[in-house]
């Protein structure tokens, strides 16, 4: 039996003892609508065997522990103070959450994933910060307050510390002391300060900009706030559409840094992509030299070059030269001439210079052709394919000065641009007229390539040759890209039309980041447009007067309500000034706060400079494809704005790593007669398939993303509660990739749920067996010779699975997989025979098991740990380090089972171990055992051996002279 001091005897956890009553108190349900109940499983999920395994005592003992261990460093100064400068850091974070009042299992799945690669690089020594905070501003508390009568703070407040417990109860150790909430005036402040130094710098202005209008309620409505016959959600007035004056920020000044710079990050080539189509219109506008151009044609070629915004815009590009519109870059390696339409400067100036010649003459039927009208045919089979040479330029590849594409002017080519106005005209900012087509500058020239059917038939028509079609793909086409790119860029014979427009951060609610803007009545000089004047840092932050609220907006917009807090004076002059009474999108608020956490409780700057460069950027950002445009840009903006202003020096990128996981779904049920969605009482679940009750039939069952209105969510809480929190966080990293949908499936719970319980019982009889000893074996000898082959192997398994899990946690990231390795080793250690349980190779793999485990599962690694190292700490001890020899020596010794082949025809086989032999002396230890072989060495007999082919542990073959 285990020693007295035993923590699982202390617990009464072993060998029949009754579970503890689990302390956790239940929590207050907030989601609204009933929760789908867990599906009971088939058997006791942990049956009473010789080892008890109750999560509940366990974890919450392990909780407290932690909770009492971060009051510790809180009381201490915060965890800054322990940062080593000798070791590496490693800083992870995870989206944070609106204080809603619950988690879902999405935000178990993002804060699992990120506790995980945190824990894993504690054990491993690195400086870790993990931090959490709450983006607290926000419609939702707005709306809460005018239907509930409380204030949004305290709605936002209570919601908060709900949320708090919950994150603890599912064992995610967050550096709870650098919390921070948006809605904090400690850190709204500095909000508004950034906000004024954007508009010190220029970067923040004031216009006209559409807004929905309720002219009931006299406010500002979100799109989501109008319904689909374009009422209002709160007062059912139709909405009007008004200008109203409005601040933008102006990310358009960054849009060159903000594209290019998404080279240097590792994130999902979708998101990247995502962002690219953000900000440009997905092509490119390429610069190729010509060559032999007519002095005519010289004007022509510079009046066919766009002046569109862009780093590489060819602000000098010397004549002549001409520009080609490309969606991929990697069409250059594929041209073989280019097209214009006839309506190009390039066209006509030919057909200027001889109007009556057989050039002329054939741009203007094309042209003719083309005014006449009608459909457009754009099938490559018949669609028109007249085209002209023009015969006084020719152009060169700017990545082969030796190849030349001739010009020609085509019919298609019309189309093409017809393709790419469509393109243009349904990109955001363009179809509802906040930007105009001829401001977009993409040239109206196109390549020929062979991966255009339309180019592939004008070719076929006029003789042409093509280059073959050898499309790349993954890794090998985003190289070459990058290659084409960084060549075009360094000659600026590249740019990119701007998508991207300036931010509109304006907002009429009340629950948000009042802007620090006062309106100078008099315009005094120190004023700016409209009088605007920043508030002085030292009257910030800005808050809205305690006494108003949003539930007492009643009919009145907000200026009403703040009409007496709007008079002011001016700073500048101390004539009568009016405040501002927009806030700041939210999206501001969580444009900066990932910085803020190097430093949370500063309150003489935004953050130490220090501070910041010593953790940022962020290594591991966690968060949704929800995400991935406009969080991730304006961050970025913020980020590159700190960094040009020198706030910031480590970076210019705030993320480096991006792990974007995907949804989790839950088990939908419909009725079988009605097709409707059934509520968790309606189905009977203790038969399998679940039953409808109203019809008697099987519910029709599907997964779908989990939501009120279909009755699939599970409550993290209840899950919590029935399966264990451990389990829970196994479940939802072993059940699918991080990036791929989820399906919660309860009964498939039950397999994390045996494996742990077996992890249990085989630590925990260690444990009594370590403790009956006195005390651990010692290491594993250096020499394998006294050591059995089972045991050789164990401990190669052992390592093997160390250096698995190692590049997973640190490269790969394929949870799934590492969960799968530890069970093999469970397995594993669970096959060694009675009298190898005490040796040194039995031991490591069960401690290094559980150290492994340990980012996993924390609450039953660290009690495990307890047992078997009473007063120490899991994470204390470390990662276990792969020894490369334990992997060698396995293989040395384990038995080779060796076809032997005669001319390639099978003729027996030979066992050997390979021991400490190795190539031509391997060889021949292997022949020598052949020819011992009486069938083998009978087809040798009497004949001559031209050659022998040994592959180690593949082959033996012996190649015979003919005779």
Known sequence: MLRSSSGLLRLGLLRGAAPAARARAPLPWMSGAPARPLRPLAGALFSSDAYHYHPGPIET?????????????????????????MAGKKYVLSMFPYPSGHLHMGHVRVYTISDVVARFARQQGLNVLHPIGFDAFGLPAENAAIERGIAPAEWTRRNTAHMREQLRTLGIQFDWDRELSTCDPGYYRWT????????????????????????????????????AEGRSWRSGALVERRQLRQWFVRTTSFADDLLHDLESVDW???????????????????????????????????????????????????????????????????????????????????????????????????????????????????????????????????????????????????????????????????????????????????LGTAGCSLAVAFAREHGLDLPADRPLRGSAAHARRQEVFRALDRDRRIRHPLRLRDWLISRQRFWGCPIPVVYCQDRCAGSGEEGAVPVPDAQLPVSFPESSSPEKLAGRSLGQLLEEWRHTTCPCCNGPALRETDTMDTFVDSSWYFMRYCDPHNDKQIFDPKQVNQWMPVDIYVGGVEH??????????????????????????????????????????????????????????????PVDIASGQP???????????????????????????????????????????????DKAVAGPARWLRRVWA???????????????????????????????????????????????????????????????????????????????????????????????????????????????????????????????????LVDITLPVMINGKNRGRVVYTPGQLDGKALQQHVEALARAVPTINGHLADQTIDKVIFVPGRLLNFVLEKK
């Not at 003992?61 to 400068?85: H, T």
């Not at 020198?646 to 970076?651: A, K, V």
């Not at 599907?702 to 993290?716: A, H, I, L, R, W």
Request: proline share 7%; net charge negative.
């Open 628 to 689: 991935a445009i406009l969080h991730l840009l304006y961050a970025r903006f913020i980020t590159k704005f700190l960094h040009s202003e020198g706030h910031i020096e480590s970076t210019v990128e705030p993320f480096q790593k991006l792990l974007v996981q995907g949804l989790v779904n839950g088990a939908t049920y419909k009725s079988p007669v009605t097709g409707a969605y059934l509520k968790p009482h309606e189905v009977d679940m203790t038969v399998d398939p």
């Open 192 to 227: 508004q300060w950034l906000f004024a130094e954007l508009f010190r710098k220029g970067l923040a202005y004031r216009q006209e900009a559409a807004v929905n209008w309720d002219p009931v309620d006299c406010t500002v409505l979100a799109n989501e706030q109008v319904d």
């Open 699 to 745: 519910a029709a069952m599907t997964f779908e993303k989990m939501s009120k209105s279909k009755y699939n969510g599970v409550d993290p809480e209840v899950a919590v509660s029935a399966f264990g929190a451990d389990t829970v966080r196994v479940f939802i990293l072993f059940k699918a990739p991080y990036e791929q949908v989820l399906e919660w499936d």
């Open 762 to 892: 085989l630590a925990s009889e260690h444990a009594e067996g370590v403790h009956a000893a006195g005390g651990p074996p010692a290491p594993p000898a250096a020499s394998p010779a006294d050591r059995s082959s089972a045991l050789l192997q164990l401990r190669a398994l052992t390592h093997s699975t160390v250096e698995r899990i190692t590049r997973t946690l640190s490269e790969t990231y394929t949870f799934n997989l590492a969960i799968s390795d530890l069970m093999k080793l469970t397995n594993a250690l669970a096959e060694v025979a009675e009298e190898d349980r005490r040796s040194p190779e039995y031991h490591e793999g069960v401690v290094h098991l559980l150290q492994m485990l340990a980012p996993f599962a924390p609450h039953i690694s660290s009690e495990l740990w307890e047992t078997i190292h009473p007063g120490e700490s899991i994470t204390e001890a470390g990662w276990p380090k792969v020894d490369q020899k334990a992997i060698r020596d396995a293989v040395e």
């Open 61 to 85: 003992k392990w909780q407290a522990i932690w909770k009492k261990a971060d009051a510790e460093v809180a009381a201490a100064g915060g965890s800054e103070p322990l940062f080593n400068s």
């Open 268 to 446: 999902p080539e979708n998101v990247k992509q995502m962002q690219r189509n953000w900000i440009t219109y997905g092509r490119y506008a390429v610069t190729l030299p010509a060559v032999d151009v007519a002095p005519g044609l010289v004007a022509a070629l510079a009046a066919g070059t766009g002046t569109g915004a862009g780093r590489g815009t060819p602000s000098k590009t010397p004549p002549p030269a001409m520009e080609v519109s490309v969606a991929s870059l990697l069409e250059l390696d594929a041209a073989g001439f280019v097209v214009v339409g006839p309506g190009h400067p390039l066209a006509e100036a030919a057909r200027a210079l001889d109007p009556e010649g057989a050039t002329g003459q054939a741009v203007s039927r094309l042209a003719e052709a083309l005014a006449a009208g009608g459909p457009v045919d754009e099938d490559p089979a018949t669609a028109n394919m007249a085209g002209v040479l023009l015969p006084g330029v020719t152009v060169t590849s700017p990545l082969d000065k030796h190849r030349r594409l001739p010009v020609y002017v085509a019919a298609y080519a019309d189309i093409l641009g017809r393709r790419q106005d469509h393109a243009l005209a349904g990109a955001d900012g363009v179809a509802d007229g906040e930007a105009d087509l001829e401001k977009v500058h993409l040239p109206r020239a196109f």
